[in-house]
């Protein structure tokens, strides 16, 4: 299932949201075409996020601990490939604008990169020593999924579906699309290659903590269908 548009309206320009898809795009286009293949591996080995170093920091090399704090935010803005980042991407385009708009441009930008961070540390707690640098900004992304769940749980959501050899479009409610991606996480947990728990954790995040950051603001509502 691919989610192509929502039907809730924005109030405002959803600067942060363009940023943030622009900053990964130009990382992107930076290491997967300007640099060598040894120098992007170099960029991921240096910049994304690697539990075992973190582990080591935090049990016997307290003066790398800053730097290894840093690169759970600048794992955020690395990906392994361009597919990598279109669905990342497609999915902060789809659900954050209507977050960013719910909660402010700064909320939003503390939020975005708190929800990375909860994400990151969850996948820490599960494997604390493997040694594969995390990338990616699907965990901050999944916390802008679960936020979207709580504020408009009814938003149709405008869904490409593959069925076999078949493609169709349907409209589906965010409640269902949304809780049908959070339990395929779970039943990918078990399966490498993909940091899985920091998906769930961030999703949790979202949910959990979404409501704080929308205090004394006005929710907008789904478009009424024609």
Known sequence: MIPLKDNIPTRTFPIITISIILVNILTTLWTRVA??????????RQFGFVPRDFLVALSSEPLYLPFNLLTVGTS????????????????????????EDAMGHGRFVAFYVLSGAAAALTQFSVEPSAAVPMIGASGAVSGVLGAYLILYPYARIKTLIFIVIFITTVELPAIVLLTVWFFGQILLSHTGGVAWFAHIGGFIFGMVLVKIFVVGRRVARPRART
């Open 35 to 44: 640099l060598t293949g040894d120098q992007a591996e170099l960029v991921v």
């Open 76 to 99: 955020m803005f690395l990906h392994a490939g361009f597919l990598h980042l279109v669905g990342n991407m497609l999915y902060l385009w789809i659900f954050g604008n209507n977050i």
